[in-house]
């Protein structure tokens, strides 16, 4: 099974091949949790996001038409996913920051070890405070490695949408990187999306 392709194995899953299925959430789950832990900036709710994806993947691989890749289709069911996490998680009461811990410390996305947890926490700040279109977009070029065409098949915008939210939300999280004192209180950022 690990040498199969997605398609082949979409189509031993769709058969009703469970080894098929677990391959296919075994290979992509890593990255999907990614994408969640940079949209939501929280690892509980990460999981929580990834784990309702992973189900939301399971229902709807029957219906998966291979129009788009395999990939491209589980990151648009993780990131709405994410979306509908960060909404329930608007409604929920805030507890407080979470604990750092030392799983914190190495880059999902990268595997890149952070000088200290000091910049590992300035950049998960910062990147919270991208306005969620924008941040969304970077994740998804960023973090998942996606080409333009993919993360506008993924939000359903044009792919110069894709590119001005990309280039907004990276101006805006250096802005703040530069300005580590003021990260979150950035007044003047114009989160107005030109689609």
């Known amino acids: 099974m690990i040498d199969n392709t ?21 290979r992509h789950q890593p990255r999907l949790r990614a994408v969640c832990r940079r949209i939501l900036n929280s690892d509980a709710d990460a999981d929580d996001a990834t784990q309702n994806a992973l189900i939301a993947i399971v229902r709807a ?22 979306l509908d996490e960060a909404r329930r998680r608007q409604r929920r009461p805030r507890v407080g920051r979470e604990e750092l811990d030392a799983t914190r410390i190495v880059d999902l996305s990268s595997d890149r070890v952070f000088a200290s947890l000091d910049e590992r926490d300035a950049l998960e700040r910062a990147l919270a405070s991208v306005p969620e279109d924008f941040r969304v977009a970077v994740v998804l070029r960023d973090v998942a490695d996606l080409d333009y065409e993919q993360i506008a098949q993924i939000l ?17 999280l250096a802005d703040v990187l530069r300005n580590r004192n003021g990260v979150g209180e950035r007044q003047s950022f114009d989160t107005k999306d030109p689609s």
């Open 6 to 26: 997605d398609s082949e194995l979409v189509e031993s899953a769709v058969a009703g091949d469970a080894r098929a299925v677990e391959e296919l959430l075994r």
């Open 61 to 82: 691989l029957p219906s998966f038409d291979g129009r788009s890749a395999f990939g491209t289709w589980a990151y648009r069911i993780a990131t709405n996913a994410a």
């Open 156 to 172: 359903g915008v044009p792919i110069g949408t894709v590119r001005s939210r990309i280039a907004r939300g990276r101006a805006h």
